[in-house]
């Protein structure tokens, strides 16, 4: 009998794995390992939000199934959101939906849109669901080269972005049906603007394309301008969806929460699907994450603060060594191309190499996608007198090895 089910032998090895099997060997022979390689939010939840979930929990009314849609009041929260944030109307009943976090969603709607065969295109290197999700869905990828320098003008990356889009149009067989966006990238931390976002909806409306939008990352910025949302563009709706979530911008990874909104029909295809995978999240998160996002916000100022904080050290110290990195303008990540006397080695064994030589995890670029080869991830996830540690352990390790 074959071992290999149809749907695992179209997912390649986990490149990850290679790290993290060292990182535990690691830890388990003593060493004290500094990990940047998850983006895994190291801050607690703020307490206001813990407490109205405590308050949900003892309520035994709670304690029954809830709806795979998401309660009414967190529906017209994410909908109160997007009209204070980003200027935009969204109805709660019929161009929302809670998920149960960002991923969920998109792994979800893939399922529900794509047929065997369908391309779908995406950025590369990306985060891997935006891939893997319609590949398991029987979907065929075309990847938008997406990585490269982060130093580079936005108007010059929205012209390759461009150039490679029409390309892919205009060789892909059967027409694709949809592409996904991520803007800030994980995990290039890449950003973009109003203009860009309109161009790729003119785009897509012309070819009939759908546009999945990634924006689990938008309040994780440090400059004065926020990143936008698709769905500021008119008539993006006609063809977008967008996902986001609280992991991040409240510190709950791992109460999985996330939602979509845009498109009626594609949110009534998640629905549909949602309708019988899961009955949704636990009623007493859905009444905290309505808590999070309709309470005060100075939190997610300090969460933005921490990081931007995290960020600088790790920048400052990288460059310091001698390690030339540029500085992202949102999310949790720095997109570090490999040192130049190493950038032969690719970014795997490098990432390997750094864990043996300086205790210190990172996420190799490859595993995002080839287009990430020649970079690292790291997340910051570390507080700042272990980034400083961690420095001194680079430090060390680069002097050693010239």
Not at 329 to 336: D, I, K, L, S
Request: neutral net charge; charged residues 20%; proline residues 7%.
């Amino acid at each position: 009998m074959n071992d290999q089910f149809h749907r695992i032998r179209r997912l390649p090895p986990y490149v990850f794995a290679e790290v993290n099997a060292a990182k535990a060997q690691l830890r388990q022979d003593g060493a004290d390992v500094i990990d940047f390689g998850m983006g895994n939010p190291d801050s607690p939840t703020p307490q206001h939000i813990v407490d109205k979930m405590v308050e949900a929990v003892r309520d035994p009314r709670t304690h029954r199934y809830s709806t795979s849609r998401g309660i009414p009041g967190l529906r017209k929260a994410l909908s109160a959101y997007y009209e204070r944030r980003f200027n935009v109307a969204i109805d709660p009943e019929s161009e929302a939906i809670v998920t149960l976090g960002s991923k969920e969603g998109l792994a979800n709607l893939a399922q529900a849109i794509t047929s065997p065969g369908d391309v779908v295109l995406v950025p590369n290197p990306c985060y891997p669901i935006h891939s893997f999700g319609f590949i398991i869905a029987g979907g065929a990828i075309r990847s938008l080269p997406a990585g490269g320098e982060m130093d580079q003008p936005l108007s010059v990356f929205r012209q390759n972005f461009m150039d490679a889009l029409s390309r892919a149009v205009a060789h892909s067989i059967p027409k694709p049906l949809a592409v996904v966006l991520n803007f800030p990238q994980n995990p290039t931390a890449q950003c973009v603007d109003l203009d860009f976002y309109e161009e790729v909806v003119d785009f897509c409306k012309y070819h009939d394309i759908y546009i999945l939008s990634d924006i689990a990352y938008s309040e994780i910025y440090f400059g004065d301008v926020p990143p936008p949302s698709i769905l500021q563009i008119p008539h993006a709706r006609d063809i977008a969806v967008e996902f986001t979530s609280l992991s991040k911008t409240y510190s709950m990874p791992g109460w999985r929460i996330g939602f979509a909104a845009g498109n009626k029909k594609l949110i009534a295809a998640l629905a549909r699907i949602k309708s019988y995978v899961d009955y949704g999240a636990f009623t007493p998160i859905q009444v905290a994450a309505t808590a999070a996002m309709n309470g005060p916000q100075d939190c997610v100022d300090q969460v933005r603060a921490l990081y931007k904080e995290r960020r600088d050290v790790l920048v400052e110290g990288l460059n310091k060594a001698g390690w030339k990195v540029p500085s992202p303008e949102a999310t949790m990540f720095v997109w570090a191309p490999l040192p130049e006397r190493f950038s032969n080695m690719g970014s795997l064994e490098f990432a390997k190499l750094l864990l043996e030589k300086a205790d210190v995890a990172v996420a190799p670029g490859v595993g995002f996608g080839e287009y990430g080869e020649g970079y690292l991830r790291f997340g910051l996830v570390e507080n700042t007198q272990r980034i400083r540690q961690a420095l001194r352990n680079i430090r060390g390790f680069l002097a050693a090895d010239e």
